[in-house]
């Protein structure tokens, strides 16, 4: 139960979400180990032995960490609910199967919110500051960095947030990366705990590519 606890803080970054259709966004596909979004209109490599996360699984467990992450706070969990229309979960992938013991599970995850109706988000810091404050308001061991910062990937200005969580004795470390595109917020999370892992998700991020 420990370990699937933990699994689950790898998806809070989408907590101001769930899995959704909204407009005219598509899940997208995976096919031979690239991720493609038609709508967005980017791709990325996955690892190849890496292991791919359906809509069921990825709702599953974010069903179960929002509960995690709320709480008995109603107000939260009325905030959660209230945008899970607005979101579509697009990949998550792990390194090991969920549920392998003794071993931490890096992942990288993308979700693309629907930010249209909120216009006082106009770039991925705007939304970065938002997710910061719901992971305050959350009842996770969180800490997060004070400075955000912008990065460039695949000729992309993306702003970026630091996160550590603690659970039980296990550190998950998390880079948040934002961008708007059209009405959405593309939101990748690379999620690990030391710094091999960190430097094998930023390579698989760095595969990404747009149209």
Known sequence: MKQFQWLVVLYLWAMLSSVGQANEMDYGETVDGVFHNTYLGFSVTLP???????????????????????GDDANLTAVLKASEQQAVNLFAVFQYPLGTPGLFNPSISMVAENVGAIPGIRNGQDYLIQTKAILQQGKMDVTI????????????????????????????????????IK??????????????????LDRVLNTLVFD
Do not use: C, P
């Open 183 to 200: 009405e959405y917020v593309l939101v990748a999370v690379l999620s690990f705990n030391d710094d091999d892992q960190a430097t094998h």
């Open 145 to 180: 960095a004070d400075n955000m910062v912008t990065e460039i990937i695949s000729g992309q200005m993306f702003d970026s947030m630091h996160t550590v969580m603690k659970v039980g004795q296990v550190k998950v470390f998390q880079k948040y990366y934002a961008i708007k």
């Open 48 to 70: 190849k032995d890496w292991v791919l996360q359906d809509q069921a699984a990825q709702r599953k467990i974010m069903k179960f960490g929002s509960k995690l992450l709320a």
